[in-house]
């Protein structure tokens, strides 16, 4: 068996808990070929947004990934690890339901990305106070935060691909083209980040922070997965899709001018200017062509897109509340603060 570079496959975290422990106890063991044996995860009483949870769940996602140096590759289908991380993903799902709340039968796709367009004149938040007073510093763990996502970027989106038809597939993969750069290798988004943190002075490497963010930062990332790797869940991927894309040129625009406030390097600068610009164009495809398309082949998803909206600003609202409150209390909003 070849094993990929190191380069590309990360080392294993450490553990928080009892839940992560499990996980990786496991991943240390060659997986079995023929037996399987449930393993029961002591989540009854456990915190549905806790850092253990989110650990456990983020190792399990990332065998669809890249995998971890030195773990054999036959876990990422192994039933047994499997079982593991839908114990995990039963607490996580059951509790953002539940945060989301009802639905109501009127409540639609449309009207809920026409509030996603409305900017608030005076909005709160890290990108607005980033613009507005925020530090370098600030500046830099708020990239360490995003590493995780960014260095991936597209990659848990463009799961639900093979789960579409039609104008809608066509329209989405059109806008993933961009996000993976037309083509170019040094315009693909992953890699403009990677030379955002290489230019912030920061580790580049791909999930060279996972022990360093809190719980907030890798459920951002876990409900991408989630969404992306389960077909029932498509809609929720899409009406999760259509947000980011949605609300990504305002906040991108304030980072923009929060990063020429500080006199940022150039690589800084580019990274989310490149999302301004492209991402207006998004916006109005994934609203007509990926979303409506959508819906109008399969009305019963409707319902789906909105909860998936919102499923993303709940757990977004959760770091950016984790974000400001450290800030204010003049702490870091990393486990482990940047050297």
């Not at 009892?18 to 995860?41: E, I, K, N, W």
């Not at 996000?179 to 403009?192: F, K, W």
Request: charged share 25%.
């Amino acid at each position: 068996m070849t094993l990929a570079s190191p380069k590309l496959e990360p080392a294993l975290p450490s553990a928080t808990g009892p839940l992560s422990s499990t996980v990786l106890d496991l991943l240390a063991c060659r997986p079995p070929q023929r037996a399987f044996s449930l393993v029961a995860l002591p989540v009854a009483e456990v915190d549905p947004y806790g850092l253990d949870l989110h650990l456990a769940l983020y190792i399990c996602y990332e065998m669809h990934y890249r995998g971890f140096a030195g773990v054999d590759p036959r876990w990422e289908w192994n039933p047994e690890l499997l079982a593991l991380r839908s114990q995990l993903e039963d607490v996580f799902l059951e509790a953002v339901r539940l945060d989301v709340g009802e639905i109501a039968a009127d409540e639609h796709a449309e009207a809920e990305m026409d509030a996603l367009c409305v900017e608030p004149v005076d909005g709160t938040g890290p990108s607005y106070y980033l613009r507005d007073e925020g530090t370098w510093e600030q500046m830099r763990e708020y990239f360490a935060h995003r590493s995780l996502y960014h260095l991936k970027e597209g990659d848990p989106h463009a799961w639900v691909i093979p789960r579409l038809t039609g104008q809608a597939k066509a329209s989405f993969v059109a806008i993933e083209f961009d996000e993976y750069g037309g083509g170019h290798g040094d315009r693909v988004h992953q890699q403009l980040f990677a030379d955002l943190m290489d230019a912030a002075g920061l580790d580049a490497s791909y999930l060279g922070y996972l022990d360093a963010v809190p719980a907030e930062s890798l459920a951002v990332v876990n409900l991408m997965s989630m969404f992306g790797l389960h077909r029932e869940l498509r809609a929720a991927a899409i009406g999760h899709f259509a947000a980011t894309e949605i609300t990504s040129p305002p906040g991108s625009r304030r980072l923009v001018e929060a990063l020429q406030r500080m006199d940022a390097p150039d690589a800084c600068v580019h990274f989310y200017a490149e999302h301004v610009e492209a991402d207006a164009v998004h916006e109005q495809v994934v609203r007509v062509d990926v979303v409506a398309d959508l819906v109008a082949a399969e009305p019963h998803l409707d319902r789906d897109v909105v909860f998936g909206i919102r499923a993303r600003d709940l757990v977004e609202d959760r770091l950016a509340a984790h974000m400001m409150g450290c800030w204010a209390d003049g702490r870091s909003s990393l486990r482990r603060p940047l050297s």
